[in-house]
T-cell receptor
Framework: GAGVSQSPRYKVAKRGQDVALRCDPI?????LFWYQQALGQGPEFLTY????????KSGLPSDRFFAERPEGSVSTLKIQRTQQEDSAVYLC?????????????FGSGTQLSVL | LAKTTQPISMDSYEGQEVNITCSHN???????ITWYQQFPSQGPRFIIQ???TKVTNEVASLFIPADRKSSTLSLPRVSLSDTAVYYC???????????FGAGTRLAVHP
């Protein structure tokens, strides 16, 4: 399809494990965002890429969270030594330009459960 | 960053018009007002965006008064499938960084 694709759709991890979440944005989209959404809450901003450059990582909750987009397309969000409070839906969004007012297209998210 | 305030929940019935009002008192000159819709187990979906006055598309209308301190999303003749969470956002940061609040949970009843 032509939308934003995220994988896996569901991930169960034991506390202390490392996880990697993948995002395939819409082809050609310059901007890519990661959001974290806890149950019953609105999405919270984690980080922003413009092409391969990570321009804003102010929302990453700790140094256990790391995101990359090495070739300016696919992005990976990595969480090291997962904790129970990391359980949430992780949403990826992309847009065609890094300008104000540009529409964001979201994927369906990866639901992470840390046991 | 401009903060938005909107009702936590609303109820309506099929066929009625629904108006959801959002307050954004400290909106900046360059900020756009954007509304997203989210169904369970899906990511948010863009509905409509505006800067001032009125914007209409095939899904909804957006009314923005001259002072831009509030906006109203209008959904005509809602159906059960319009049951969702609706987010009012003010784009900020220069690169369309969206700050979501808790949104308004709209329940449409038969």
């Amino acid at each position: 399809g032509a939308g934003v694709s995220q994988s896996p759709r569901y991930k169960v991890a034991k506390r202390g494990q490392d996880v990697a979440l993948r995002c395939d944005p819409i082809s050609g989209h310059v901007s890519l965002f990661w959001y974290q959404q806890a149950l019953g809450q609105g999405p919270e901003f984690l980080t922003y890429f413009q092409n391969e450059a990570q321009l804003d990582k102010s929302g990453l909750p700790s140094d256990r969270f790391f995101a990359e987009r090495p070739e300016g397309s696919v992005s990976t969000l990595k969480i090291q030594r997962t904790q129970q409070e990391d359980s949430a839906v992780y949403l990826c969004a992309s847009s065609s330009a890094g300008t104000l007012g540009e529409k964001l297209f979201f994927g369906s998210g990866t639901q992470l459960s840390v046991l | 960053l401009a903060k938005t305030t909107q009702p936590i929940s609303m109820d309506s019935y099929e066929g009625q018009e629904v108006n959801i009002t959002c307050s954004h008192n400290n909106i900046a000159t360059n900020d756009y007002i954007t509304w997203y819709q989210q169904f369970p187990s899906q990511g948010p979906r863009f509905i409509i965006q505006g800067y001032k006055t009125k914007v209409t598309n095939e899904v909804a209308s957006l009314f923005i008064p001259a002072d831009r301190k509030s906006s109203t999303l209008s959904l005509p003749r809602v159906s059960l499938s319009d049951t969702a969470v609706y987010y009012c956002l003010v784009a900020s940061g220069g690169y369309n960084k969206l700050i979501f609040g808790a949104g308004t949970r709209l329940a449409v009843h038969p």
